[in-house]
């Protein structure tokens, strides 16, 4: 009996696989023995691999993503002319059985001759420096929270109860008590009298918190915990100016960001965390050219900075619907069905910074009172629960998000949500409107009409 034989479309004929290592790396443009060579890290190496690619006439790469260690070998392998695709390590996973460095760069050559494996999503190289500042900022905050923690320790171990009479041990308050103790003030009614207007505690009670025990061990330790904090929030205003300067040369550099102007929002509250002396409502305006983000509910500067850093402009125009944006960030729902029925529709696992972002937007939305976000918001978690919510809400905010950016549609909820100034106007006029017509005042018992002459 004859076998059957299943062959496979060869639509990559000069493809080549890389198998990024630390030390070395995997290069096949076969998938014979003599195909296979191995290169090293340096830019010599780099400089050679090349070369040896050039020889074998290849023109696609694949290689695995691999930690950092892939960047230089990709940079070289552009500047060299080749089409490189970065690849998910969960594609390039071989059978079971025996695993080497050679198999493995074999194999991720045989998937790509094939035309099986996707390419990761990479950002333009404007993106790339601005999520570098911005990744290296995250980290600081990260050391500056942790920082926070211990001095609230050491203070507690002191009988210094700052955190039960101030919310944030280093705000207004805070940090004037810190200052004034580790300069060598370690009077609780002396202390006290740094009490901030806006403090809800009163200075008695403050001076009752703060009574010093003695243990200098844990007064050395908060001292130097606090020239750590210091020194890291030099470091964020640092890295601040750097992604400020950074962001308007892009835009200075561009006359189709420049022009625009973005309308002032001062009813949108700042966190502590964000950029400092940076407007990002008219540098993300700019650099969207012309796209409002921040008139969305819920969107604020860590939103806006999330979309400039992790996928930029140009990043999100390379996807071609909002279906296939939602599914990148693992918002839309995974759906297994076998024998024509759903099995699970979950969202996949992973995540990344830009959907932490959009989830945290979400959960900021949960909170508002009204408008059309959230109410579908509340709708989502009457019936389903408030986590089931968030995930909709940051999917529904993509997809927002998606079509303004590509399709450039502005915002306009059915309902529009109105902010705090925007209310408190509202009700003045309505107040105004009900007492005219209460006592049935007319213009010229206010002196509207002289008013109307002298205008036109």
Not at 192 to 208: G, L, M
Not at 242 to 259: F, M, P, R, S, T
Not at 357 to 362: E, I, P, S, T
Not at 366 to 377: A, E, I, Q, R, T
């Amino acid at each position: 009996m004859k076998k059957k034989q299943i062959s496979l479309e060869v639509v990559n004929p000069n493809a080549a696989g890389i198998d990024i290592g630390s030390r070395s790396h995997w290069v096949a443009v076969g998938q014979n023995a003599q195909d296979v060579k191995e290169f090293g890290v340096y830019s010599q190496d780099h400089q050679e691999l090349c070369e040896w690619l050039k020889k074998h006439k290849v023109t696609t790469i694949a290689m695995e993503s691999t930690g950092t260690y892939w960047q230089n070998l990709f940079s070289s392998l552009v500047v060299f002319g080749f089409d490189v695709i970065l690849v998910n390590g969960r594609q390039t996973k071989n059978i079971k059985g025996k695993k080497t460095d050679i198999l493995d760069c074999q194999w991720i050559q045989k998937l790509h001759t094939l035309r099986l494996l996707s390419s990761s999503f990479l950002p333009d190289s404007t993106t790339a420096v601005i999520r570098t500042y911005s990744r290296h900022r995250q980290n600081i905050l990260k050391q500056s929270a942790s920082a926070i923690l211990k001095m609230q320790k050491y203070l507690r171990l002191m009988n210094m109860r700052l955190d039960v009479v101030v919310k944030d041990i280093v705000g207004l308050t805070g940090t004037k008590i810190i200052t004034a103790f580790i300069g060598g003030e370690k009077s609780g009614k002396v202390l006290a009298q740094n009490r901030h207007y806006n403090c809800r505690k009163s200075e008695d009670e403050i001076s009752r918190a703060l009574q010093y025990n003695g243990r200098e061990d844990y007064y050395f330790a908060l001292k130097q915990e606090w020239e750590t904090y210091l020194h890291l929030q030099k470091q964020i205003d640092q890295v601040d100016i750097q992604i400020k300067k950074h962001l308007e040369e892009v835009i200075n550099n561009d006359d189709d960001k420049k022009q625009h102007i973005a309308s002032k929002k001062p009813y949108k509250r700042k966190n502590k965390n964000t950029i400092r002396n940076a407007d990002m409502n008219q540098l993300s305006y700019q650099y969207f050219e012309g796209v409002d983000l921040m008139a969305i509910e819920g969107v604020n500067d860590a939103t806006l900075m999330a979309f400039i850093s992790e996928i930029g402009l140009e990043g999100i125009n390379k996807f071609e619907s909002a279906k296939q944006f939602t599914s990148w960030l693992r918002l839309a729902p995974n759906n297994k069905i076998s024998g024509g029925r759903v099995l699970s529709h979950h969202l996949p696992k992973g995540s990344n910074r830009l959907k932490v972002a959009l989830r945290q937007a979400a959960n900021t939305i949960g909170n508002l009172k009204d408008g059309h976000l959230s109410d579908f918001f509340r709708r989502i978690n009457y019936k389903k629960g408030r986590a089931t919510a968030i995930s909709a809400t940051a999917r529904k905010l993509a997809v927002i998000i998606w079509n303004m950016l590509t399709r450039g549609i502005p915002y306009h909820p059915p309902t529009e949500y109105l902010f705090l100034d925007q209310k408190r106007k509202l009700k003045l006029v309505n107040r105004i409107k009900r007492n005219i017509a209460k006592f049935d005042i007319k213009p010229e018992d206010i002196g509207l009409t002289k008013i109307l002459n002298i205008s036109t």
